[in-house]
């Protein structure tokens, strides 16, 4: 499985926008970008993913290097329940199924 | 709707111990999967299905059986407890995706609120 590489810590003041990245200089032609969070004693929950175009949702946008062997994610304004661990993952489009590999993230602190 | 449910939340038992963690879905989903979560670490997958009859292994699958009967329940089973394995367990599911999926959705995995096992 390619790898993904995360700052492990970064702070945003509340209200502002936050960029979290990652690099990912090994990814195949097939695999996917996802992003997940980790809000405190919960699971997981799916943020956005993209293949090779900048994607937006309610949530976030993801921007995709041109060579995609980077992408960030970007929280527009963020706000004190923005507070997680941000999960950057690659998933293979040809596997069958959703196996997900899990890194250690990024905690994302956001002050008031 | 209730989308993926773990029992139980919290469970303490002693070394040696076989016990068995629950996990059902309602939204038809094929895949399903376990992780385990120790203090400060990502999430390590244990075992997966992509539908009745399959499972197969994922990063850390010692020590612990699973088996897919219905589509909507995946138990995951300690057959001799070790204190290794004191962790926060996560049940996930999802639609399959994939080329042979032959539809191109989100991938949405979701999870369940976990289950804190203590071993001692």
């Known amino acids: 499985d390619a790898k993904t590489t995360q700052p492990n810590s970064m702070e945003s003041n509340e209200e502002e926008p936050v960029h979290l990245p990652c690099n990912h200089s090994t990814i195949s032609g097939t695999d996917y970008i996802h992003w997940y969070r980790q809000l405190p004693s919960q699971g997981p929950e799916y943020v956005i993913h993209g293949l090779t175009s900048n994607v937006n949702n309610r949530m976030a946008s993801l921007a995709i290097a041109e060579d995609r062997k980077s992408s960030t994610l970007i929280l527009h304004r963020a706000t004190l329940r923005d507070a997680a661990v941000y999960y950057c993952i690659l998933r293979d489009v040809v596997e069958y199924g959703n196996k997900l590999v899990f890194g250690a993230g990024t905690i994302l602190r956001v002050k008031s | 709707n209730a989308g993926v449910t773990q029992t139980p939340k919290f469970q303490v038992l002693k070394t040696g111990q076989s016990m068995t963690l629950q996990c059902a879905q309602d939204m038809n989903h094929e895949y399903m999967s376990w992780y385990r979560q120790d203090p400060g670490m990502g999430l390590r997958l244990i075992h997966y299905?992509?539908?009745?009859?399959?499972?197969d292994q994922g990063e850390v699958p010692n020590g612990y059986n699973v088996s897919r009967s219905t589509t909507e329940d995946f138990p995951l089973r300690l057959l001799s407890a070790a204190p290794s394995q004191t962790s926060v367990y996560f049940c996930?599911?999802?639609?399959?995706?994939?080329?042979?999926?032959?539809?191109?959705?989100?991938?949405?995995?979701?999870f369940g609120e976990g289950s804190r096992l203590t071993v001692l």
């Open positions: 299905s992509v539908g009745a009859g399959i499972t």
């Open positions: 996930a599911s999802s639609y399959s995706v994939g080329i042979e999926a032959g539809e191109m959705n989100t991938g949405e995995l979701f």
